[in-house]
């Protein structure tokens, strides 16, 4: 009886579960559950950055640990590493001096990840109704490729044979002749060769692939959103004009004075893409003036069938009054070149055209190589001497 009532003492002050490593909460809220099923019951919420001690890894389920002492479960691509939380701050610091290609505006809540992956762990969301600045553009694979690995290799031992080494094996029988081929009847069975791939065979076929915009929310937050879900948030008399293309950047470029309406317009500058993927940001460009005549807006400039890349911008031309937008497109040599507008009333003409020398890349949010483990902890003796007792205690009980 001595000996049960230690024994249940003891259990009161068993050592928690080690850590092996810590990671970070990605979403803006991250629901731990008691186990693994998705209906399991939620016993902790955590915040975005919050740091968690991981326990144990199942698969793509991870055991973690809040600074409350909750225990819980989650999955794997709602954690952030040590490296991912360094480098997230890193792109929304630099991220921070790009200009702004125009306000997109969400018309349902939209998860906005770390890198332009749909697995990627998301770390906040826009809510309805909500808006963000587009500062960047990319098209990237659905999912990420597989890690490699190692295949496996087994290797059979070799038996020892029991007999004595001078023991010659037994002699083959020889094999009976093969009969003589009749060509005529083969020629007429002879299957027809496999059809050569295609480029239309799903082996040939590239992956698929998504748009996403770089973003930067007011606070400085900043990460990748499907494109699809980020329209821009351009006034309705100049969108009706979009047809069918999806609008990349928008600018207002001066400003009109429509006297019978007593109100100023913009004049707008935009970019648009044409159904489908590319790995230019734009295919044409276009400048929109109000007609205080007509009181609707009228094309004062259009080029189409161009290769477009971000930043768009506005400009002020030094000593005049004239407004001025330039755009970065690919020539026909394959160079970039930042070819400058004037921008006065419906007359637009060009003003300059020089080599254009890309920005240095944005940092990368690389994928998690793995939770850096916890700073090996000495326990007190007392501790050691419980977790030894208890041992005992269930050889003794056959356990």
Not at 93 to 108: C, D, R
């Amino acid at each position: 009886m001595a000996l049960c009532a230690a024994l249940a003492a003891c259990t009161s002050t068993l050592p928690p579960q080690p850590s092996t490593g810590v990671a970070y909460a990605g979403p803006a809220a991250l629901n731990l559950r008691d186990d693994l099923g998705p209906k399991s019951k939620i016993v902790a919420t955590a915040r975005h950055a919050d740091r968690l001690e991981v326990l144990e890894i199942r698969r793509r389920f991870v055991k973690v640990r809040t600074a409350a002492g909750v225990e819980g479960w989650t999955d794997v691509n709602q954690l952030l590493s040590e490296r991912q939380m360094s480098d997230l701050r890193l792109l929304a610091a630099s991220a921070a001096k790009l200009p702004s290609e125009g306000t997109a505006k969400v018309y349902e809540p939209l998860n906005i990840h770390a890198e332009p992956y749909r697995q990627s762990p998301s770390f906040f969301q826009i809510p309805e109704g909500g808006t963000a600045e587009v500062i960047g553009h990319r098209e990237s694979p659905r999912s990420l490729p597989p890690a490699p690995h190692k295949p496996v290799v087994h290797r059979a031992r070799a038996k020892r044979s029991k007999t004595k080494a001078s023991s010659a094996p037994a002699p083959l029988r020889p094999l009976p002749a093969p009969p003589t081929p009749n060509w005529t009847e083969l020629s007429h069975e002879l299957a027809p060769p496999p059809p050569s791939p295609t480029s239309d065979s799903p082996a040939t076929l590239p992956p698929p692939e998504d748009d996403w915009y770089l973003v930067r929310m007011p606070n400085g937050d900043t990460g990748w959103g499907l494109a699809r879900m980020l329209p821009m948030a351009v006034p309705d008399e100049v969108a009706q004009y979009a047809e069918g293309h999806r609008v990349t950047s928008y600018q207002p470029v001066g400003d009109v004075l429509d006297r019978e309406k007593g109100e100023a317009k913009h004049n707008w500058l935009w970019t648009t893409a044409s159904p489908g993927l590319r790995p230019y940001d734009f295919d044409s460009f276009r400048v929109f003036v109000w007609s205080p005549k007509r009181h609707h807006y009228e094309t004062a400039y259009i080029e189409r069938n161009v290769k477009g890349y971000y930043p768009v911008e506005t400009e002020s031309l030094p000593g005049q009054d004239e407004k001025a937008f330039s755009v970065v497109l690919e020539d026909k040599d394959g160079k970039l070149y930042k070819r400058t507008f004037a921008f006065n009333g419906y007359h637009i003409r060009m003003v300059s055209k020089a080599p254009y020398q890309p920005p240095p890349p944005l940092p990368e949010v690389h994928a998690s190589g793995g939770f850096e483990p916890e700073p090996a902890h000495t326990h007190p003796a007392s501790n050691s001497f419980t977790a030894e007792l208890r041992d005992w205690w269930k050889h003794l009980r056959g356990k």
